[in-house]
């Protein structure tokens, strides 16, 4: 269904859809996603159900979806987001008038928003590359957020919370010490079903697949469940060629791949297909190639699926391994220099050095999060403090923005069959030990993945997945093409960086190239052409 864009005028209590005075028997429903096991037709699945058992109906529903719905007899509007929050639902409310849409982009083009850039969100991404629900990188204009639904009546604009990803831990930590066995058996069946969700065995489905053990396990399970799957591997022209290892994968599977080379020459046709696919500024460097493969498929898949969200799953990353290093506080203290070294903006110094190292000591301090890691605090194992952070926080908004906005853009549909309730419901209810052990991760997700694709698969190669040679194609590419978005006049006109101090960081980084300061020109590039898209 196409998105959604409505007009509430609060005083004169008049709302539009689409540019038309609603007028549906006085009870309006829309929903944009799927919702799971539902059979018949949805709107009225939905109506029905509010209906009959008001609008604690959705604390019921399975799947990833946004919905609004109106009832002009009491007059109410719900802005409802799925309880992990895979769908993206955005509302602007100032000055009496509330405007709400599925496309931040639309809301942004309304005649009655006001575009300003909101310099502390600012400060949140050029830290983290992406922007924290509830916010969006305009003042006055929110996500709802996961597992509620925003309420207005009489006059009153109120956030209700329908699930709590917290309090769902709480309940299920049960610190079960099952046997491995009976684990990999149903974790399997979790991941079937969850797979099974999405279509029949005559679906297409696409898997974007690494040399990884994430895709590579999804990729096996899709083969067993549906009779025609795609895979996609993309390969970097300086840096690393996975399809070697896909290949092999696939063919043990005995699926289809095809590789695709993303090559320097294109990175600027990339950015400007990026700068329309993203509402807001969002610089994970994986959505390289991420465009390049969507924007090359041909085959008619019903679905892409993706391995986003297993390693925060399953407690797999550098950062659940932090713990075992004696040296944590020299390696906290090199994170925070990553983006700090210079002060190249005006609202990112102290404030955002805070935020910075918050992200690995459960500071509360951090810019959009409002205190979920002080109950993440609580928690008494680390590994599990940082993998609660990830899900309340990271995984939604990193990985969700990625693929959603680029299957929304080529209209295709997609789905990351790990994030599923039961399945975090399961590895809620198991003790760490059974995904965290000897300072190593996914330890009951690897022995799941040897029962169906042999060991000797991933032992030979360490996957480099969709990390991009982000110092080569800074230096040849991304310093150039952002030094072209910053005159002396335009940044002094724009008023969000310091022009000095930012031209020395791009010296800087010419006369002694890094990783590091390559990071932070990145970010500033990306905010820059996306700016340049929204403020034409």
């Not at 724009?494 to 010296?507: K, R, T």
């Amino acid at each position: 269904m196409k998105d959604i864009l409505g007009n509430f005028n609060l005083n004169n209590k008049i709302i539009k859809v689409n540019n038309r005075k609603v007028n549906y028997n006085n009870l309006f429903v829309y929903i944009k996603g799927t919702i799971f096991n539902v059979n018949s037709n949805i709107e009225e699945y939905i109506r029905d159900s509010y209906i009959t058992k008001g609008i604690e109906f959705i604390k019921e529903l399975d799947g990833n979806f946004a919905i609004v719905i109106y009832d002009k007899d009491k007059d109410e509007l719900y802005l409802i987001k799925d309880k992990l929050g895979t769908t993206f639902l955005y509302y602007y409310y100032n000055d009496n008038e509330l405007i709400f849409s599925t496309s931040l982009r639309q809301i942004i083009n309304s005649k009655n928003f006001t575009k300003e850039i909101d310099k502390q969100v600012l400060s949140n991404f050029l830290g983290y590359t992406y922007i924290y629900e509830p916010y969006t990188i305009f003042k006055n204009t929110f996500k709802v957020k996961k597992g509620s639904y925003i309420k207005y009546s009489n006059n009153n604009l109120e956030e209700n919370i329908y699930f709590d990803l917290y309090k769902f831990f709480k309940e299920n930590n049960k610190k079960l010490n099952t046997d491995d066995d009976t684990l990999i058996e149903e974790f399997t069946n979790l991941f079937t079903n969850s797979l099974k969700k999405i279509g029949n065995k005559n679906s297409n489905i696409g898997v974007f697949l690494s040399s990884g053990t994430d895709s590579s396990l999804l990729t096996k399970l899709s083969k067993d469940l549906y009779n025609n799957v795609n895979t996609y591997t993309a390969n970097f022209e300086d840096g690393n060629k996975e399809s070697v290892y896909s290949k092999r994968i696939a063919k043990y599977i005995g699926v289809s791949n095809k590789s695709y080379e993303v090559k320097k020459k294109d990175l600027v046709g990339l950015m400007n297909i990026i700068r329309e696919v993203y509402d807001e500024p969002f610089a994970d460097p994986s959505i390289l190639p991420s465009t390049y493969l969507f924007s090359h498929i041909k085959d008619k898949n019903d679905f892409i699926i993706t391995g986003d969200s297993c390693d925060a799953m399953f407690a797999n990353s550098s950062m659940y391994n932090i713990y075992g290093i004696n040296h944590f506080k020299q390696i906290s203290k090199k994170l925070v220099n990553i983006r700090c070294k210079k002060r190249v903006y005006h609202n990112y110094s102290e404030y955002a050095q805070v935020n910075i190292l918050a992200r690995f000591n459960f500071s509360d301090k951090i810019v959009g999060v409002r205190g979920k890691c002080k109950k993440v605090k609580k928690v008494d194992s680390k590994v599990r403090n940082i993998i609660l952070f990830d899900l309340l926080n990271t995984v939604t908004e990193k990985f969700k923005v990625k693929t959603t906005s680029l299957a929304n853009y080529y209209g295709i549909k997609n789905y990351t069959p790990y994030f599923d309730i039961d399945i975090l419901k399961k590895t809620f209810e198991i003790n760490i030990n059974k995904m965290h052990r000897n300072n190593k991760g996914k330890y009951i997700f690897n022995k799941i993945l040897y029962n169906n694709i042999p060991e000797k698969y991933f032992s030979e190669y360490k996957k480099k997945g969709f990390g991009i040679p982000t110092n080569i194609w800074c230096k040849d590419v991304f310093v150039s093409e952002a030094r072209k978005l910053s005159t002396k006049e335009f940044i002094d006109k724009q008023g969000l960086f310091i022009y000095d101090e930012l031209i020395s960081l791009f010296n800087d980084f010419e006369q002694e190239p890094n990783y590091n300061k390559a990071l932070v020109i990145w970010n500033y590039y990306v905010f820059q052409n996306w700016y340049k898209g929204v403020f034409k």
